[in-house]
């Protein structure tokens, strides 16, 4: 804890301060709305502390998002600190106020802490958000914060950032007419937020348990689950989606019915199990289990019945553990956030199944999350139902804070909506379409284009968050183009499709070594430091790529070959900028990597574990793009260029089956057919003693692991070249093929002393340099 800032308590009217919280509070509760007082300054803190010890609604604490570095110890009220990096763990709970530190340096504005917090703040509350003096100035504009760093890939530093992304918050705060803004040292501003949405909820609500409509009809609706016709549910913050999975699963555990639930993790359902623990007294929580003693179900079952939890990824363990049991009801929360394999075999293995989404949330999005899913729905259960909760439980209708929030994050963007005449003659119409380079100073100041084209991304990718839009805004060396039809009635433009790419790469020799080897990892440059640490090619290091970040079509274009064709403009851009290469990287499907194999695109490397957000393996492709349509010349370096790429892609294909066989032995067959590249069956009869000896290599210097040396070093072992390496050590070699934390490797290992993982790591590189050192 530090001192007391300058604008301490002792220099703020307390009086009136406290006169203007209760008032406030009052007012919010009964509009059952929620405000947020802006405090812009050089040191806001003292101010924002003071509000703390004086606000109202006691229960819970009052929660401080930042470092808290800013907080005396002189405050009578306490006060919990989270980093804003944990601001996800509040989700599902419910806060009176919040404390927003975006004034601090170190911390910064989070897009995402923001979104989560304030929709956990109920009727009556306030989020207060601290700021730099510059946001509420015109001159100087706001700077790069300590947000921003993660976006200072190499060679970059924080502060030679843009800051277009909190230039545009400052804008939209300042046009608000509902925030309340305390510019440090000025007066404290009118409490009255104007006359509110006083309409009461209804009292017609057929179901006592229920607040609202929308949510009795959806308890209904889990509760009638039936066999082959699964239930998705839909709503924003706020709507009580939670509550009617825990009415739902309740009445369920009371008729002897036993239930699974599922959802990203554990945190997300906690307002779940406080329902459960209100409507069941009797029952019995045991950690994420809720037991509903024999006797007390109400149809007198012997055995009783329980709500249990379970990871996506413990799902089908548990599962296969029923046997022949009738397996339970399964509700999936956050769906959106849960790998589409993962939710397919959900709903090919359990019969009542219901899905339980965000709308517009920050674990996934839940409109992207159905225009995905739906196609696999109709297919397997045309009898499915989809049910929308838009009423709010927690604030009344038109809240002020809600409103803010998505303008702020862009919540609800949304693509375009399109003419009748793109659907009745696409072709005839997208050729009035043209491909747009966007600069992105004038995107920021454009909200009608940023809204169509955010919506875009939001709906093409479920795992679009808040903070993608700073992404977009103010990463250095990213290029955004687009398709544009301009309506030349009214003059407006509808924005059909985005690609967004980041130059990679380009890293000096010495730098490039040692990412090779595996000593260094700069920020950023994913694609061209994992090909270099992992697919072992230092040049991919020093090579200068542009990689696709995301690329979206409108939905009413999809399969009509305008994502290649914005993939065509991007690289006459590239080639326009001295790049020679793309390349992308994404969760693996078949589907997927067929269009980029479509755009002459080849896969590069696979990644060996799935990935916790898409429950894929990363594949990464590249395309070389120096023949030009024209027939223009090559650019210069083209040939080596197209050397690296040839050097990848033939040992991405030497590699791929014993992966296959071994860390992807389990990767849908149509997917593996389509990442064999035809004709390179015979690759590893190519190996000579060189090209063993320089994988070997980089594999004892650090690169790379075990898995990904192993054809290399099989024909090594295989070799009767003289080396250093004892018969003992080559048997020992042997068995860690079969897999490092295999039992006979460990066991082996373990007998000669050697214990850990990373010991064993340490031995297998050390020997495998010495069968490549030849005997004097």
């Given amino acids: 804890m530090t001192t007391p800032p300058s604008d301490s308590p002792s220099r703020i009217d307390l009086p009136a301060l406290e006169a203007w919280c209760r008032t406030l509070h009052q007012h919010l509760l009964a509009r059952r709305q929620r405000a947020c007082l802006w405090i812009s300054g050089d040191d806001p803190s003292g101010a924002a502390q003071a509000i703390c010890e004086r606000w109202p609604a006691r229960e819970p604490a009052p929660l401080w998002l930042g470092t808290g570095e800013a907080l005396s110890t002189a405050g009578a009220m306490p006060v919990r600190t989270l980093a804003m990096a944990r601001a996800a763990t509040q989700l599902g709970g419910e806060q009176s106020l919040v404390i927003f530190d975006a004034a601090q340096p170190a911390a910064g504005f989070d897009p995402d802490a923001f979104g989560a917090v304030a929709g956990t703040l ?247 999350f159905q225009l995905r899913f739906r196609h696999h729905l109709e297919r397997q259960c045309p009898g499915w139902q989809a049910l929308e909760m838009t009423t709010p439980v927690r604030w009344a209708p038109g809240d002020p804070l809600e409103a803010l929030t998505d303008d702020l994050l862009l919540l609800s963007a949304q693509p375009p909506e399109l003419s009748e005449p793109c659907a009745k003659n696409a072709q005839q119409w997208l050729e009035g379409c043209d491909i747009v380079v966007l600069e992105r100073d004038a995107l920021a100041r454009d909200e009608a284009a940023l809204r169509q084209l955010f919506g875009l991304l939001v709906q093409a990718h479920y795992r679009t968050t808040p903070a993608d839009l700073r992404q977009l805004l103010d990463t250095p060396g990213l290029t955004l183009t687009a398709i544009r039809q301009r309506d030349v009635t009214t003059g407006r433009d509808a924005w059909l499709g985005v690609v967004a790419a980041v130059e990679e790469g380009g890293f000096p020799t010495p730098l490039a070594h040692d990412i090779w080897c595996g000593k260094r990892r700069p920020r950023g440059h994913l694609l061209a430091q994992s090909l270099a640490a992992h697919a072992g090619h230092q040049g991919a290091a020093e090579a200068r790529w542009w990689r696709v970040l995301r690329i979206a079509v409108h939905p009413a274009l999809w399969r009509r070959g305008q994502g290649a064709r914005l993939l065509q403009a991007l690289e006459q851009q590239a080639l326009a900028a001295g790049v020679t290469r793309l390349g992308t990287s994404f969760g693996a499907e078949a589907d997927l990597v067929a269009f980029w194999l479509a755009q002459g695109f080849v896969p590069l490397r696979m990644g060996l574990k799935r990935d916790a957000a898409s429950g894929e393996h990363a594949v990464m492709m590249g395309k070389a793009i120096g023949e030009s349509g024209s027939g223009e010349s090559a650019p210069r370096g083209q040939l080596a260029q197209d050397a690296l790429l040839g ?90 093929l079969g897999g490092q934390d295999a039992p006979a490797f460990i066991s082996w290992a373990e007998g000669l002393g050697i214990v850990g993982r990373k010991a064993r790591d340490r031995w297998c590189r050390a020997a495998a340099g010495r069968l490549i050192e030849q005997s004097e």
């Fill in 122 to 368: 109920k009727a009556g509350g306030l989020l207060v958000l601290m700021t730099p003096a510059a946001w509420a100035a015109a001159d100087p504009a706001p700077v790069p914060d300590g947000d921003h760093a993660r976006l200072a890939h190499w060679p970059f530093a924080r502060e030679q950032l843009t800051a277009r992304y909190l230039a545009r918050l400052a804008r939209r705060l300042s046009s608000h007419a509902s925030v309340l803004h305390w510019p440090q040292g000025g007066h404290l501003p009118a409490p009255s937020l104007g006359s509110g949405n006083h309409a009461a909820r209804s009292d017609a609500i057929a179901d006592s348990d229920c607040l609202t409509q929308d949510q009795a009809a959806s308890v209904a609706a889990l509760e009638a689950l039936a066999p082959a016709r699964p239930v998705v549910i839909s709503a924003d913050r706020g709507r009580g989606k939670s509550g009617a999975l825990g009415i739902a699963a309740a009445r369920c555990l009371a008729a002897g019915e036993d239930v699974w639930l599922t959802a990203p993790r554990p945190a997300a359902v906690s307002a779940i199990f406080e329902r459960l623990a209100a409507l069941l007294p009797r029952g019995l929580r045991e950690g994420n289990v809720i037991r509903l003693p024999a006797g007390q179900a109400d149809d007198d079952t012997a055995s009783g019945s329980e709500l249990r939890f379970l990871a996506p990824d413990a799902i089908e363990a548990a599962r296969l553990a029923c046997r022949d049991e009738v397996l339970p009801r399964l509700f999936v929360d956050e769906a959106a956030a849960i790998p589409t394999p993962l939710l397919k075999g959900y709903l090919a293995h359990f019969p009542r199944i219901a899905f339980a989404t965000t709308v517009h949330g920050y674990e996934g999005t839940g409109r992207g």
């Fill in 647 to 736: 050097a990848l892609q033939q040992d991405f294909q030497r590699l791929l089956p014993s992966l296959l066989a071994h860390e992807l032995h389990g990767l849908p067959p149509v997917l593996a057919d389509r990442l064999r590249q035809r004709g390179s069956e015979n690759d590893l009869a190519t190996l000579t003693p060189a090209a063993c000896a320089q994988r070997l290599d980089w594999y004892r210097r650090g690169g790379g692991g075990l898995a990904l040396v192993r054809p290399w070093l099989e024909t090594a072992l295989e070799s009767r070249e003289p080396s250093r390496l004892d018969e003992a050590s080559r048997h020992g070699l042997v068995l860690a």
